[in-house]
């Protein structure tokens, strides 16, 4: 039986997108020696890579400092890909509805491989103390309450489910055995809470959009400082969560 032919990668872009890659996750701006090294990239080449990224606009270059950051170069093409997502123009203002009716953050995330969920819309209250969290943002698969809708509409074995889960980085840590419990109570009513265990005093409720082919696909959270929200304002939320994901599940 013949072998399926290897694909073959450009080596240059390989490393050009891993040096994006790594900047993005950097808090500060960072040298060359530092991401040659943690890349594995040869210095000179990497040297290289991050003058063309400044060149074209998608990295900046700090002379004081002489360290990288990202630049805005990398928003818009960012922009140009979710602009062509329908989905993320319709859902927006509803969004913003319930950010402002309910005072909370409302995040959008979309799945963008097998292991991660991708941060591609938000809204914010019009309060003076906001949760806020970046466009691009990246997330495992499994994290918070979102993680329990994704896993829920997946279709992988509880011991694929234990692996992936016992990499996340919890504040308040969930035996696996109680989260995996967890998963046939948000089957039934079609929500995930998560209060304080992905981050301490933060409560978080997650609703679960499928794509066509009833594979995990969109998550909408709600965040808010658990202190700030009684079990009324918990039980109205959830109902506008809800209705918003038969519409959307409808509508997609």
């Not at 290897?6 to 040298?31: I, M, T």
């Not at 090294?37 to 002489?66: M, W, Y």
């Not at 979710?82 to 927006?92: A, G, P, Y």
């Not at 995996?180 to 978080?204: C, K, M, N, P, W």
């Amino acid at each position: 039986m013949n072998n399926p032919p290897q694909e073959k990668l450009v080596g240059a872009l390989v490393n050009g997108l891993a040096v994006l890659r790594y900047l993005q996750r950097a808090r500060n701006g960072v040298g060359v020696t530092h991401v040659a090294r943690d890349l594995s990239i040869n210095p000179s080449t990497c040297f290289n890579i991050l003058r063309t990224l400044v060149h074209e606009g998608l990295a900046s270059f700090d002379q004081t400092t002489k360290t990288y950051t990202l630049s805005m170069g990398v928003v818009s093409l960012a922009q140009a890909a979710l602009d062509r997502q329908n989905h993320i123009r319709v859902l927006h203002p509803e969004l913003q509805r319930l950010a402002v009716s309910h005072s909370v953050a409302m995040n959008l995330w979309q799945v963008v491989d097998d292991n991660r969920v991708l941060l591609v819309d938000r809204a914010e209250p019009n309060t003076p103390v906001q949760i806020s969290m970046r466009i691009g943002q990246r997330l495992p698969l499994l994290a918070g309450a979102l993680g329990r809708c994704m896993a829920v509409q997946s279709d992988m074995a509880k011991s694929e489910l234990q692996r992936r889960y016992n990499r996340i980085r919890l504040a308040t840590p969930m035996d696996f055995e109680d989260w995996f419990s967890q998963l046939d109570r948000v089957r039934e009513d079609g929500y995930a809470l998560d209060q304080g265990h992905f981050a301490r005093g933060i409560t978080t409720i997650s609703v679960g959009i499928a794509n066509s082919a009833g594979q995990p696909f969109l998550a909408i959270s709600a965040i808010a400082v658990s202190a700030q929200i009684d079990e009324e304002g918990t039980d109205a939320l959830i109902h506008d969560l809800l209705n918003l994901k038969n519409v959307s599940s409808l509508s997609g």
